[in-house]
């Protein structure tokens, strides 16, 4: 079996940090329904504070394209998308090649 990571950053802007926070582990528990979801991390930049990474490793690329389609009917989605200061840029996909 294949591990497929994908890692979205995006940035906050600071008024809406607060809510941000407030969300986000509402969000990461919804997104745990997602099937094929492995585990998923969010990370906040030490250098740029507006800045977020989310990684999210998943089954395979098929579980992550289905599990991509889905996200966008988690109840939480639309006020996470909301609070961002612009659309979130995909840094991966990637296969894990070696290690873990």
């Known amino acids: 079996m294949t591990k497929h990571t994908e890692v979205y950053v995006y940035e906050i802007s600071d008024e809406n940090i607060p809510a941000f926070l407030d969300i986000k582990e509402k969000l990461i528990a919804e997104a745990h329904s997602?099937?094929?979801?492995?585990a998923s991390a969010?990370?906040?930049s030490a250098a740029e504070p507006?800045?977020?990474m989310d990684k999210m490793h998943w089954r395979d690329a098929a579980a992550?394209?289905?599990g991509n389609r889905l996200f966008q009917s988690l109840p939480t989605t639309p006020d996470f998308l909301a609070l961002m200061a612009a659309p979130p840029r995909l840094a991966g996909p990637m296969d894990l090649i070696a290690g873990e």
Request: net charge negative; hydrophobic share 45%.
């Open 34 to 38: 997602l099937p094929g979801l492995l």
């Open 42 to 44: 969010t990370y906040r």
């Open 50 to 52: 507006n800045l977020f």
């Open 64 to 66: 992550a394209e289905e």
